[in-house]
């Protein structure tokens, strides 16, 4: 029998393997897909109070659609011989999708980085919500002031100090000037201090120190800084963009029985730009790729990926949030209504569960054609 092999348990991940679950319909296909933890983690929520509840069980989406779960750990792709191995085992793939996702790039020879905390994995977002839960009036340091670092920032000025730090002369540098006035505010807002121009040297037992020479008293240092894609992807290509994805045709295709989704492939968005690691295109990119993999196989059409618009939505804890449209962020809603935005969106990401032709039926549905504006209904 054909086997897809579909590696990494995210959105790009879960939806490919609904894509080839929908390309397959009746035909004697195997479907597996290969990932450590038995939960999908909704990782744009790890910066919420309680990161605990951003996960899925995978068996409530793969089981209903007869694609089975291999709790393992990819740790080589042999193309040439079309196997990978997983925790010792080898398993041979007609077809693969790879949908490893991506890492927080950690420093490497930063004095006392073993203390630093991330959100960035569940098991990293638990630990540091263990680590200031019942905590009065703490202080933390957080470390890069783009999307993630203003996200986790904002949210635990709540409950303490914050001092939000970067290399870069403004806050949200990658966000550009668009949102920057509402970011300012809202930062100034809950009271958080930014550094500036400004660097972590060290990780010390209560404190941050910074390349100004000072100290910061820090129950908590979170590091936000830098994203590349799962190391996998050096097995596949060595032709890898600065994030370390593999570039892919119009099919997502990245070798002729390789296919590759989210934050491990470097897929046009139009003839300038490539898409963002983020689930707005992890989503429709795993169903596309999923989708190819099994029509490959049964020699059926194959999709092609085409976007919907680009948006971006900001959490700004108590200060509201932002919700932008373009590349050069233009500021649609924010505040009270940005928030409104966002927390309809981090509903809307959840995947359906338990119904076979619930869970085939988004899959079929690729392009996002419209934002997600209070009271209307998010269409595909």
Not at 2 to 12: E, L, N, P, Y
Not at 85 to 98: E, S, T
Not at 360 to 378: H, M, N, Q, S, T
Request: with cysteine.
């Amino acid at each position: 029998m054909a086997r897809v092999v579909i590696i990494g348990g995210g959105f790009a991940g879960v939806w490919s393997a609904a894509g080839a679950a929908l390309a397959r319909g009746e035909a004697d296909l195997r479907i597996t897909l290969v990932n450590p933890s038995e939960h999908m983690v909704l990782r744009p929520r790890l910066y919420e109070p309680e990161p605990g509840l951003a996960k899925v069980e995978l068996s409530r989406i793969l089981d209903p659609i007869g694609v089975e779960h291999l709790r393992a750990s990819v740790s080589t792709i042999d193309t040439e011989r079309r196997t990978v191995l997983a925790d010792g085992r080898a398993i041979g793939y007609d077809r693969l999708v790879l949908a490893a996702g991506s890492e927080v790039v950690r420093p490497g020879r930063l004095p006392g980085a073993e203390r630093l905390f991330d959100i960035d994995t569940a098991d990293g977002a638990q630990a540091l919500a263990d680590h200031l839960r019942d905590r009065e009036d703490f202080s933390a340091v957080v470390v890069g002031a783009g999307f993630t670092g203003l996200e986790i920032a904002t949210e635990l000025a709540a409950r303490g100090r914050v001092v939000l730090v970067d290399h870069a002369a403004a806050v949200g540098h990658q966000l550009g000037p668009g949102p920057r006035p509402q970011i300012e505010s809202a930062l100034d807002e809950l009271g958080v201090e930014r550094r500036l121009e400004t660097t972590l040297t060290e990780v010390g037992d209560g404190y941050a120190a910074l390349s100004d020479g000072t100290k910061v008293v820090a129950d908590a240092v979170v590091w936000t800084v830098g994203m590349r894609a799962s190391g996998l992807t050096r097995q596949i290509s060595d032709r890898l963009d600065p994030l370390g994805r593999v570039p892919v045709d119009h099919h997502l295709r990245a070798l002729p029985e390789v296919f590759a989704a989210g934050d491990t492939a470097a897929a046009a968005y139009d003839a300038e730009r490539t898409v963002m690691q983020a689930c707005q295109h992890a989503t429709p990119m795993g169903k596309v790729a999923g989708y190819n993999a099994a029509a490959d196989l049964l020699g059926t059409p194959l999709r092609e990926f085409a976007v919907g618009p680009y948006v971006t939505c900001l959490d700004l804890g108590g200060a509201g949030g932002l919700f932008t449209k373009g590349w050069e962020r233009e500021v649609l809603l924010a505040g009270a209504e940005g928030k409104a935005v966002k927390q309809r969106i981090n509903q809307a990401i959840h995947p359906p569960v338990d119904d076979a032709a619930e869970i085939l039926a988004a899959a079929d549905l690729i392009r996002v054609e419209r934002p997600f504006f209070p009271g209307e209904a998010a269409a595909e």
